[in-house]
């Protein structure tokens, strides 16, 4: 005789799934997940209802994510900020543990960008106007510690400049607030502000890859190491749930999820927003979380990051 909660997985999912953003609409993983949620009844044979949970750097979403019923009606969109921010000590969870890696989407780098009518034109020209007005520029990011703020600060360590910089609640809040001069740059994912640099609005002096993007709007902008500044950086999204799921529940959630990113309808989507799939599954997720960790925590250590955060919130 099957007990309840076999009873239970068997049949799920049996109501709409609520998807957690942690970050404001409109911005690059906010986008992903609503090409999600229109493929969801498809794939999981159930509506997926994005709910958008922005503040702390991610933290308030991944904080109703980890505290929520580990039965597959809770999950929610994971960035490498999942394993930033415990770093700094002062979230409530410590999400690398409190949550399990359902898949990996896409990984990709984010991009530096100024306002189009401002005169830089490259990274060398910004560093030079930063040398000549120290602590006059200013960059907006999606919130202390993120991976934006993290690369905000290691270009100025890199470039040798003081810039001030000044945290937002998601990519599209940093985005007006560069549009509007209240900051000179801004480092978002690209996928937030194609659009803009399609049109000219914004204009993009480099990405923190490896190597450039390939979509064609985007694939014209150089990397930092391209320009001499040896910053490598990549941010990844993915989906995520509270730990302990049921078995058969996350089977279901990660065989639906695959089957769904590797559609071709739901891939022109995705690449209509720039972004580069790369699937991982479960496992493989958890090991790019660990390796993550150690590589995030030598950068924090060697670049005074974590200090300066820790004074920051103070």
Do not use: C
Not at 157 to 171: L, N, S
Not at 303 to 313: F, M, N, P, S, Y
């Amino acid at each position: 005789m099957q007990n309840s909660t076999t009873k239970t997985s068997n049949q799920y999912p049996a109501k709409p799934i609520t998807m957690i953003v942690p970050f404001s609409a409109g911005g690059g993983m906010d986008l992903l997940a609503r090409a999600l949620e229109k493929s969801a009844p498809k794939y999981l044979g159930q509506p997926l209802v994005v709910v958008n949970k922005p503040g702390g750097t991610g933290t308030i979403g991944w904080n109703e994510l980890a505290s929520a019923s580990p039965d597959g009606y809770t999950i929610g969109m994971s960035v490498v900020e999942l394993i930033v921010q415990p770093l700094y000590g002062s979230t409530k969870y410590h999400y690398p543990t409190a949550l399990d890696p359902l898949i990996q989407i896409s990984a990709s780098p984010l991009v530096m960008i100024v306002q189009g009518e401002q005169p830089w034109q490259d990274i060398t020209s910004l560093i030079e106007y930063g040398k000549q007005h120290p602590g006059q520029l200013k960059f907006g990011h999606q919130g202390i510690g993120s991976m934006g703020h993290i690369i905000g600060e290691i270009f100025a360590k890199t470039a040798d400049i003081t810039i001030g910089q000044v945290p937002f609640r998601g990519a599209s809040e940093a985005t007006a607030a560069l549009l509007g001069t209240h900051v000179q740059f801004a480092v978002v994912n690209p996928l937030s502000v194609k659009e803009q640099i399609r049109n000219g609005t914004i204009r993009a002096l480099a990405v923190s890859g490896e190597k450039r993007l390939a979509d064609p709007v985007l694939a014209e902008i150089p990397t930092f190491k391209e320009q001499g500044l040896d910053i490598v950086v990549n941010n990844w999204f993915g989906v995520a749930a509270p730990k302990g799921l049921p078995p058969q529940v996350q089977m279901k959630l990660v065989e639906g999820f695959k089957t769904m990113i590797f559609d071709p309808d739901f891939k022109r989507s995705v690449d209509a927003l720039g972004v580069e799939i790369e699937y991982l599954g479960p496992q493989e997720t958890q090991e790019k979380w660990l390796d993550d960790n150690t590589k995030l925590t030598k950068i924090i250590q060697i670049t005074g990051i974590l200090d300066k955060i820790k004074e920051q919130k103070n």
